[in-house]
DNA sequence: GTCTATATTCTGATAGAC
DNA sequence: GTCTATCAGAATATAGAC
C-alpha cells in the first residue's frame, strides 16, 4: 500500500514549496521594503510564473500573512530557546535583549510585524495566534519574578519598543540604543521595585 | 504700476493651491492610510484632473516630500508655542505629552514621519530640516534643567516614542499608554537624578 | 502544479490644445 | 494653469491547455 506514503511525500513537496515562496518574499521585502513586494518578483526569484503562486496562496495578502504568522513564530521560537537567568534583573535584560536583537535585524519582518504599513492587509486569526502566545509567554515570563500587573508590562513592553524603534530610524546596524539596555532595565527594575543586585554601577 | 501686487496675488493663489493638494492628500493619507495616497484621488478631491496636479508638484514623491516638511513644521510650531514648567519634572511631563498627543493624532502622519515605509521616498534636505530644528529645540529645552549628554537625550526620546508606538498599535484612541506618561517621566527624572518634587507619589 | 494568454484595473507621468 | 488624450507599464487575478 503506497497511498499514504505518496501523499505524505506529496504534502512534503507542497509545504517545501510554500517556504520556498516565503523565503523569496522575505528576501525582496528586506531589500526593496516590505510594501514593495510584488508576486512577479517573487515568482522569478524563485523560477516561476506569477500565476504558479495561486497554486499556492490564494492572494498576495495570504503571502502577507502567512509571512506575518511565520514572523511571529520566529520569535516565539527564540522565546523558548532562550534560557533565562533568576536573578530579576538579570532576566530582564536578557528578555529585552533578545527582542531588541531579533527586531532590528530584520526592519521589513518588524514592520509586518508590528505596524499597520500595508494599506489592505489584515492578519488572520491563525497568523495571529503565536503573536498571541509571545504575549503571554511574556506576562509568564513577568509575573515569575513577581510583574504581574498589566501597567508594569505595558510600561515594560512600551521602553522596549521605543529603544527597537529609534535604534531602526536613527542609527540602524549601529549600538546607539542597544548600548543603553541595562540602563533603561536598570531604571525599570528601579520603578516596579525589583530587587538588585543593578546591572549597572550607580555613578 | 500693478505689476508686483499682481504677482503677489499669484504668487497667494499659487500657495494657496499648494496648500490645498497638501491638505486633500492628508484626507486621503488618514483614511485610507499613508501608502494608498494616489494622484487621481488628490485630485478628485478637489475637483481637479491628476496631470494638472504637476503644475504645483513635480512628482508623487513631491507630495510626500511637501507633507513631511509640513507635519516637522507642525510639530515645531506646537513645540514654540507650548511655555514649559521651570520645575523640572513637570516640564519633562509637558514635552512628553505634547510629543505624545501630537503624535497619536494621526497615524500617517507619524509613519511618515518617523517611519520609512514609503518604499521610494526620501525627504529632501529642505523638507529634513524642521526635523532637525525639532530636535536642536528638545535639546535645548532638556539642557536647561541640566540634561546635556546623549545618551540621556537618547533615552528620553526613546521611552517616548515607545509610548507612542504602543498607544498606536494596541490601543487606538485610547488612555493605556498615556496615562501612565507621569508614571514614565518620574521613572526617567528618576534614572537622571533630577530633583523633585515628584509627579506621583511613591506608593 | 505549472504554464501561456489575457482580463481588468490602476498607476505615475507626458504632450499639447486652450 | 487646467484640461483631454494618452502612454507605457505594472499590478493582481482568472481561464484553460498541458
Redesign the pocket.
Known sequence: MTALPNRDR?AE??EA?RREILDAAWEIARSEGIAA?????VAERI??????L???FE???AIYDGMFGQAWQQLLALQQATPLPRSPRRRLLVIAQGFFDFSVADLARYQLMNQRTIPDFEPSEEAYAPSLEVMAHLRQDLAEIGITTQADVDLNTAIVAGFVDQQLANDPGGERWRRQLPRLIDMYADAVRLPGPRLRRTT
Chains 1, 2 share one sequence.
Open positions: 506529496r513537496r507542497r514549496t513586494l510584488t508576486l512577479r518578483a523560477g516561476m510564473r506569477s500565476p504558479s495561486y497554486s499556492h492572494s498576495k495578502n
